[in-house]
């Protein structure tokens, strides 16, 4: 599974439990009120643990979070891939 796909998989799974299904690697996750800020500090959580990296505080914002992807990226790019 490629990181996008096990953040995206996790998302709608855990966090949306079915509520947005479509959710999809290009969608505004803030902008378009897909996650709360609730959801947003559970998705930094599951990414430091499943990867055992630490996500910044000033790293979690609208640009960084802005899609899946951007998400993924930043998460690629801690683990130096």
């Known amino acids: 599974m490629t ?3 096990e953040i995206t998989e996790f998302v ?7 509520a947005n299904n479509n959710v ?3 969608d ?5 009120g897909i996650l ?3 959801q ?3 998705l930094v959580m599951f990414i430091e643990e499943k990867y055992g990296i ?4 000033e790293l979690v914002n609208e640009e960084n979070f802005r899609t899946l992807g951007t998400v993924a990226s930043i998460v690629e790019s801690k683990l130096g891939a």
């Open 24 to 26: 999809g690697p290009d």
């Open 36 to 38: 709360t800020s609730l």
């Open 3 to 5: 990181v996008v796909s």
């Open 12 to 18: 709608k799974s855990d966090l949306l439990q079915g």
């Open 54 to 57: 630490e996500i910044e505080p």
């Open 28 to 32: 505004a996750l803030i902008e378009d």
């Open 40 to 42: 947003t500090v559970e």
